[in-house]
């Protein structure tokens, strides 16, 4: 059973920069790939960014140049660097993984509040 725990979310003004942690325990993230989601309100969830086990990133344009996707595989944790933060950027922010391609696991979330 992998668990998911995101960490780092808070308000911060337009401009500013955060960095969200997740801390994956059940499996070691050097053998999966890592995503973060985001979801902000009355909006669907989507994709920000993503790591390979091979150390690939992407991005969507929304973010890209802005938020780096990192993972720290002796701690088993994985990161999103988030610089240059706009209102827009206001959301939940997951973490996911998906698990031989069956089993997708999510985070319970942390609020990022971006003020303008």
């Known amino acids: 059973q992998v668990q998911l725990v995101e960490s780092g979310g808070g308000l911060v003004q337009a401009g500013g920069s955060l960095r969200l942690s997740c801390a994956v325990s059940?499996?070691?993230?050097?053998?999966?790939?890592m995503s973060w989601y985001r979801q902000a309100p009355r909006k669907q969830r989507e994709w920000v960014a993503s790591?390979?086990?091979?150390?690939?990133?992407n991005y969507p344009s929304s973010v890209k140049g802005r938020f780096t996707i990192s993972r720290d595989n002796a701690k088993n944790t994985v990161y999103l660097q988030m610089n240059s933060l706009k209102p827009e950027d206001t959301a939940v922010y997951y973490c996911?993984?998906?698990?031989?391609?069956?089993?997708?696991?999510w985070g319970e979330g942390t609020l990022v509040t971006v003020s303008s």
């Open positions: 059940g499996d070691s993230i050097s053998d999966l790939t």
């Open positions: 996911n993984t998906v698990l031989r391609g069956i089993w997708t696991y």
């Open positions: 790591i390979t086990t091979g150390g690939s990133t």
